[in-house]
């Protein structure tokens, strides 16, 4: 299986911070990686796939780049309402597991 | 618009067996594969198996092999994820998604494991 692994697992932050959250894949995804947003009580919401496309409706201040095994998760001028916990997911081959999720405070 | 809507919460014995549905609208389920995905309190995501979309067959994550059943009912669109022999481990809220990328995503469903 491939194992993904987010960094760091939790971050303190402030609005308007740049925050960057890396994950990185125990062997080669391509560019066969997804970011999602959980926030408290709801399902996930789709925020990058194919590693830097951004999902429609999905602000510009997401964005992601990587390939091969090391991938980046961008949130360019951090908002309230991204206050959320952050997953990287690889859908390579199965299974098509999640990073262990990075938590945003403020 | 695209809509996934599951089924309600329930608490079952430990041992028992628990189907989940995900009724969709918006789209058929012919046009995308299903999966499911569950997060147990306090925990992350798990991929819990989907539809191969090369075959329409189903694959399941290892740790859920021979406990674990999905199937679709194309003539309602609706998706059904069965696991059995129930432990308190399968705590969790359990959500159907489509995919990939998982784009949509149900309301999600808590299972609580209790004796």
């Known amino acids: 299986d491939i194992n993904l692994t987010q960094s760091p697992s939790s971050l303190s932050t402030s609005v308007g911070d740049r925050v960057t959250i890396t994950c990185q894949a125990s062997q080669d995804i391509s560019t066969y990686l997804n970011w999602y947003q959980q926030k408290p009580g709801k399902a996930p919401r789709l925020l990058i796939y194919d590693a830097s496309t951004l999902e429609t409706g999905v602000p510009s201040r997401f964005s992601g780049s990587g390939s091969g095994t090391d991938f980046i998760f961008t949130i360019d001028s951090l908002q309230p309402e991204d206050i959320a916990i952050y997953y990287c997911?690889?859908?390579?081959?199965?299974?098509?597991?999640f990073g262990q999720g990075t938590r945003l405070d403020i | 618009q695209v809509q996934l809507v599951q089924s309600g919460a329930e608490v079952k014995k430990p041992g028992a067996s628990v189907t989940v549905s995900c009724k969709v609208s918006g789209y058929s389920l012919t046009e995308l594969s299903m999966h499911w995905v569950r997060q147990a309190p306090g925990k992350g995501l798990e991929w819990m198996g989907g539809f191969d979309p090369e075959d329409g067959e189903a694959v399941y994550a290892e740790s859920l092999q021979g406990r674990v059943t999905m199937t679709e009912d194309t003539s309602t669109d609706t998706a059904y994820m069965q696991l059995s022999s129930l432990r308190s481990e399968d705590t969790a809220v359990y959500f159907c998604?489509?995919?990939?990328?998982?784009?949509?995503w149900g309301q999600g469903t808590l299972i609580t494991v209790s004796s």
């Open positions: 997911q690889h859908y390579e081959n199965v299974p098509y597991t």
């Open positions: 998604t489509r995919g990939m990328p998982f784009d949509f």
